[in-house]
């Protein structure tokens, strides 16, 4: 296999906010890894929907607090089987006094 068709067998997951997934469709976790970005500790997943490309979420900073490197082994392994399911946004606002 030659270079150019190594770089154009590389599949490239898009990086996409938790607000563009797909209301109530159930999204296979194939991957978890947790970093620290300048915004603080935070989980990234790899997804994917049915008949979609694997894409990938940052999950808001308050799930890096819970999900720990025990779970993120055991969804690498496969030792578990989970989907994501994005039910609804909720815009917060200020009080109106």
């Known amino acids: 296999m030659d270079l150019a068709q190594k770089f154009e067998g590389v599949a490239c997951e898009k990086t996409i906010s938790v607000t563009d997934l797909d209301l ?5 976790i194939l991957r978890a890894k947790g970093l620290t970005t300048r915004f603080g500790p935070t989980v ?7 008949g979609a490309a694997p894409c990938q979420i940052f ?5 890096s607090h819970v999900i720990t ?3 993120i082994e055991q969804i690498n392994s496969n030792a578990v089987f989970l989907h ?14």
């Open 69 to 71: 490197d025990t779970d």
């Open 84 to 97: 994501l399911v994005y039910t609804a946004y909720v815009q917060l606002r200020k009080p109106s006094c």
């Open 44 to 50: 990234l997943l790899t997804i994917r929907g049915e």
């Open 59 to 63: 999950l808001p900073r308050r799930y």
């Open 24 to 28: 109530n469709r159930k999204y296979r």
